[in-house]
């Protein structure tokens, strides 16, 4: 199947600062899904992103879709508490239908 | 609105015991996913159907391993007989166009011991 990077794999951070991830793939993907998961929880769609180069913001967090389309950023500014758990990625590739996801980055805040 | 609904939300069972999970995917969604996630091998795609019919089941497991979707209100994922490895949490999701974004339900937790 398909390999997603995602990194970092972990971050541990001061509430406050600023949270960059992101994910790359060998291949070129259609759309980009940004989740966050919390545990015990399912994944919570974040920001979905469909065409290569947009930028799109919810609330605090900003995702864009790589002009190459082989990867994508997820940036969450001035961390707090409640950002706490595992953001995941996902992509569909230009063949197939399926989403792969990538493994995870696991976010602390520190207050 | 509700979102995804899956039942039970946790499973206890012994190896060799059939097992049940449920889904009832988002209203007028007509694609609906069974995925599995273990810490080995994260989230994996089990088998996906359209307007209840199963259009790719190459991510099931083995043949122990059964899904249906007879309406669109709900779909199962039976195993029979159940393996310790079969311990994971399922997630049932729903979407209403393929490639688009994608619903998770709460997930089902498997312990088979």
């Known amino acids: 199947g398909q390999q997603l990077n995602q990194s970092p794999q972990s971050m541990f951070i001061q509430e406050g600062e600023d949270v960059s991830m992101n994910c790359t793939s060998s291949s070129i993907f259609n759309t980009w899904l940004w989740y966050k998961q919390e545990p015990g929880e399912g994944p919570v769609l974040l920001i979905a992103l469909y065409k290569a180069g947009e930028l799109t913001s919810n609330g605090r967090l900003t995702a864009q879709f790589g002009i190459t389309r082989k990867d994508s950023f997820l940036n969450i500014s001035a961390s707090i508490p409640s950002d706490v758990g595992i953001y995941f990625c996902a992509g569909q590739p230009n063949t197939g239908n399926q989403f792969y996801f990538g493994t995870g980055t696991s976010l602390t805040v520190i207050p | 609105d509700a979102g995804v609904i899956q039942s039970p939300r946790h499973e206890v069972t012994e190896m060799g015991q059939e097992v049940t999970l449920r889904c009832k995917p988002i209203s007028g969604h007509d694609y609906l996913f069974w995925y599995r996630q273990t810490m080995m091998r994260g989230l994996e795609l089990l088998i996906y159907?359209?307007?209840?019919?199963?259009?790719?089941d190459s991510g099931m497991p083995e043949d122990r391993f059964s899904a249906k979707m007879p309406n669109a209100s709900f779909s199962t994922l039976k195993i029979q007989p159940s393996e310790p490895r079969d311990s994971a949490v399922y997630f049932c999701a729903s979407t209403a166009r393929l490639g688009y974004e994608q619903y998770f339900g709460p997930g089902t937790r498997l312990t088979v011991t």
């Open positions: 159907f359209n307007n209840n019919v199963p259009i790719d």
